[in-house]
């Protein structure tokens, strides 16, 4: 399967710690995308890096992917309680019309 | 700018019975899509279509159907709902841009029951 295989399913830290996560797939990619959800919700875009991308960034999300390794990391900075949700990476495999969806990391951020 | 719209947000069938699951974008994206999520876990596709006038198959296909109705609409139909059928289901589009891939948008799911 060339699905994104996500590390770990869950993580627990105190608020302003930072928060790493990760996902390896198995197929050349020609992107991968990160998204958030919050409980009860529909999926919300973060972040898309391009195969040629080495990292990217936005606000306190960064991104960073090792195609020689298959994997990617999202780190958040300064975590908040609003951090709070389920974060997906999706792989956007080369010749594919479609995204494949990891199962996804529990981030829980304690006051 | 609704975005990506879905209705019902809930519904309860009974074994057997049928049901369609509307989607529509505002977005004049090209390529919509149905997933289905189950508790702890991530999605998987159902159906897509890429363009107007094209579906296929995702990974777990089997007891549904759909229809791309026109460039905003795409509608998914179980016709003899079963228990294993129970889920959340998101419907998406995205722009699918030449030599890549755009983002995908989703809607606010439906939480289906089927006793």
């Known amino acids: 399967s060339q699905q994104g295989e996500e590390d770990p399913q869950a993580l627990s830290i105190q608020e302003g710690e930072n928060a790493t996560m990760n996902c390896s797939y198995k197929?050349?990619?020609?992107?991968l995308q990160w998204y958030r959800q919050n409980s009860g919700r529909g999926l919300v875009h973060l972040i898309l890096?391009?195969?040629?991308?080495r990292e990217k960034h936005s606000g306190r999300l960064r991104v960073t992917l090792d195609t020689s390794k298959k994997s990617s990391s999202l780190l958040i900075t300064a975590s908040r309680a609003a951090d709070t949700a389920s974060y997906f990476c999706?792989?956007?495999?080369?010749?594919?019309?479609?995204?494949?969806f990891g199962q996804g990391t529990r981030l829980t951020i304690n006051p | 700018n609704a975005g990506v719209t879905q209705t019902p947000k809930f519904q309860v069938l009974k074994t057997g019975q049928s049901m369609t699951l509307q989607c529509a974008q505002d977005?004049?994206?090209?390529?919509m899509y149905w997933y289905r999520q189950d508790p702890g876990m991530g999605l998987r596709l159902i159906y897509y279509?890429?363009?107007?006038?094209?579906?296929d198959k995702g990974e777990v296909p089997n007891g549904y159907n759909v229809s791309r109705l026109n460039k905003r609409e795409f509608s998914l139909r179980l016709e003899s709902a079963a228990p294993s059928q129970t889920s959340v289901y998101f419907c998406?589009?995205?722009?699918?841009?030449?030599?890549?891939?755009?983002?995908?948008?989703f809607g606010p799911g439906t939480r289906l029951t089927v006793l």
């Open positions: 197929t050349s990619i020609n992107n």
């Open positions: 998406a589009s995205s722009a699918l841009l030449a030599g890549g891939w755009d983002t995908q948008y």
């Open positions: 890096i391009r195969s040629n991308e």
């Open positions: 999706a792989v956007g495999s080369r010749g594919a019309q479609k995204l494949v």
């Open positions: 977005m004049n994206h090209n390529s």
């Open positions: 279509s890429a363009s107007e006038g094209t579906t």
